[in-house]
């Protein structure tokens, strides 16, 4: 099976400790040789250059002269912030660091498959399906921390009587939740893949550059639509009943 150099390079000195994590939950890969997969690679990749990208951010913090790079991530978080003050209101402080990390993971994903010799993490299931996961999570959690056992309420609706029906619907309706963020996520960034792909195969000068340019414009309304729906959810969780 063809694999990335980089998922060749962690296979060749990694493959005993990924074969040991994954002992640790009695799973076991197809090919003990390269338990780590493409995607698995990609993630790690982003991950690494987002923490060294938060160290460099950090030790060039300043007030007096404030760099280029400190000036996005202010204006990445800014936005992300007034966001939150219009979908969440009172207390959306302390959800903006998690909707503006979750953001600039995703859409490096989503970019980092431009580059050669590399592909994008977010058009692989398991990817989106992983960050919805962890945001359902997040958003139940909260719901239960602001409303205590009053967040039950969000699922039985206004009529008592209708309470057992709409408790099912409201818990379908949840999970259902992370279904759509991932099948979104996923199918618009494997389709942009492909027809990047298809069209460097047929037509490798010039006219590439176009969906290139489509793909990136893809991967930041994608972006944009997975924390907007994220601060929806996490609005409607921790809203006190009036």
């Known amino acids: 099976m063809h694999q990335l150099w980089i998922t060749a390079l962690l296979n060749k000195y ?76 009172h207390g959306y402080e302390q959800y903006t660091g998690y909707l503006t990390t979750l953001g600039i993971f995703i859409l490096t994903c989503n970019l980092i498959g431009l580059i050669p010799g590399f592909e994008a993490p977010t058009a692989v299931p398991s990817v989106p399906l992983g960050c919805a996961v962890v945001t359902w999570i997040y958003y139940q959690m909260h719901g239960i921390r602001a409303n205590g056992p009053g967040y039950i309420k969000h699922f039985l609706g206004p009529v008592w009587w209708l309470a057992p029906l709409m408790f099912v619907i409201e818990v379908a309706s949840h999970l259902a939740r992370i279904l759509s963020l991932t099948v979104r996520l996923f199918a618009n960034m494997f389709a942009g893949d492909m027809v990047t792909l298809v069209f460097f195969s047929l037509f490798p000068i010039a006219i590439p550059v176009i969906f290139m340019l489509l793909h990136v414009g893809v991967s930041f309304i994608q972006t944009y639509i997975f924390v907007l729906l994220a601060t929806v959810y996490i609005g409607e969780a921790v809203a006190h009943e009036h």
Do not use: C, K
Request: no cysteine; aromatic share 8%.
């Open 14 to 89: 990694f493959a005993g400790v990924a074969n040991a994590i994954l002992g640790t939950f009695h799973l076991h890969a197809p090919n003990q040789q390269a338990p780590i997969s493409d995607y698995v690679a990609m993630e790690l990749l982003v991950f690494v250059l987002l923490v060294l990208l938060f160290v460099i951010v950090r030790a060039r913090l300043s007030v007096d002269d404030p760099g280029g790079l400190q000036h996005v991530m202010e204006s990445i978080d800014s936005f992300v912030s007034n966001q939150g003050h219009e979908v969440i209101g």
